[in-house]
């Protein structure tokens, strides 16, 4: 995609225009639009853009699902402390997506993401039996 904004966005401005893009606000909604602008600040290591291009390969939003692309680029920003990206991999441990289902795992991650203050994943440590 060439566009005007080319190489004078940093990486947490383009991962915040894919964000623009994939929710649609402001813009009109576009997955495939909003998978480039992740794929730039994620090349650049930026931990928003790579853990939303592990949502979008998640979800499957404007891409056919894939766990193996997910765990990749949530992994990338797990290493960084990414909470949300550290809840996604205990998900995927939880429900067995693309990996084979283990619940210490998966509390393991959901403990980190906890630990990086995020309450979604102390219920989700909490929860797991």
Request: proline share 2%; with cysteine.
């Amino acid at each position: 995609m060439n566009c005007a904004l080319d190489g004078k966005l940093t990486a947490p401005a383009q991962a915040n225009l894919g964000t623009m893009y994939a929710n649609g606000h402001s813009v009109h909604q576009n997955y495939a639009v909003a998978r480039i602008w992740y794929e730039r600040a994620a090349a650049q290591g930026d931990a928003d853009g790579q853990y939303n291009l592990g949502t979008i390969y998640a979800d499957g939003n404007g891409v056919p699902v894939d766990y193996k692309k997910a765990r990749q680029w949530y992994e990338k920003a797990a290493a960084q402390g990414h909470p949300h990206a550290l809840l996604g991999l205990g998900n995927m441990y939880a429900n067995g997506h693309g990996v084979r289902k283990n619940h210490a795992k998966a509390k393991e991650w959901f403990a980190k993401s906890c630990d990086e203050g995020l309450q979604d994943g102390c219920d989700a440590h909490r929860s797991l039996k």
